[in-house]
């Protein structure tokens, strides 16, 4: 690696030239007036002294040296930064990521014994205890209404699946509470076997306390709000969030107990599943005296 030539200092290198030319006049002006021999002896003196006086002169210049500049005093009172804490970003604590809430297939075929009355006979097993004419019932179906549409009356609180040859086939349901119900109609754009679940916005806003718990969402099983299988309600492309779907609680069947979807025992709605291909339309009429079928 190069680095720079040391620089002469310049009070020594003055001081020295100065003893330097000193020392040659003199040595002149002696040996001017004295013999060959005498000059010799006395050039060798001289020499001698020469060399001692430029040896003391820089000696001199190294004890001046050190009285020009004094040792640094100790704890100097020099201006210091304050120590400066190098900036550590704030420790955020990462939420763990919520995991989607999911439906073990595995487990369906389990959940649906689970959910069906053993001995199960669609028109008389009633261990829920509602009223027997909840009970799936094969009805004559009013004229003009097309096959694989599916009606709910929310005045009888029924569903009808309209079926060939004039029939349907009629189940109890519960529909929404207050004005929770919406009327219209609808397409069955997806459904689902043993659905998982997650309350709506809206739902949480109205009741905190009954929703906001499940606000990641439920796995698929028995106790999900939706029950065991779910269709659900389009206009158009657009999800409207209502259902058509089984329920854990079978005790409502008949009242007006949900948030907008129309519940059925899940037993029935499995036998109805399978029966309902997409595309179906489903009719919500109002809650007038509107009457889809006779009995």
Known sequence: MRTAPRAKHPVAHGHHNA??????????????????????????????????????????????????????????????????????APVVEEEAPVRAPISDRSRWAEWDRRVTPANYDPATSNPWGFHRRFLPQLVEANAGLRPGDIHVDAVARYLYHIREGGTAMRYGVAIAKGNLYEPGTYSINVKKKWPTWRPTDEMIEREPEAFERYADGMDGGPRNPLGSRAFYLFVGRRDTYLRIHGTPYPRSIGGRASSGCVRMVMAHIIGLYDQVPLGSTAYLDPADGTVTARS
């Open 19 to 88: 003893v330097v030319a000193f020392c040659h006049h003199s040595a002149s002006s002696t040996l001017a007036g004295l013999g060959s021999g005498r000059a010799d002896s006395y050039s060798w003196a001289l020499l001698t002294t020469w060399e001692s006086l430029i040896v003391l002169t820089r000696r001199h210049f190294v004890s001046t040296a050190g009285a020009l500049f004094s040792t640094p005093i100790a704890g100097a009172a020099f201006a210091q930064e304050e120590p400066v804490e190098a900036e550590v």
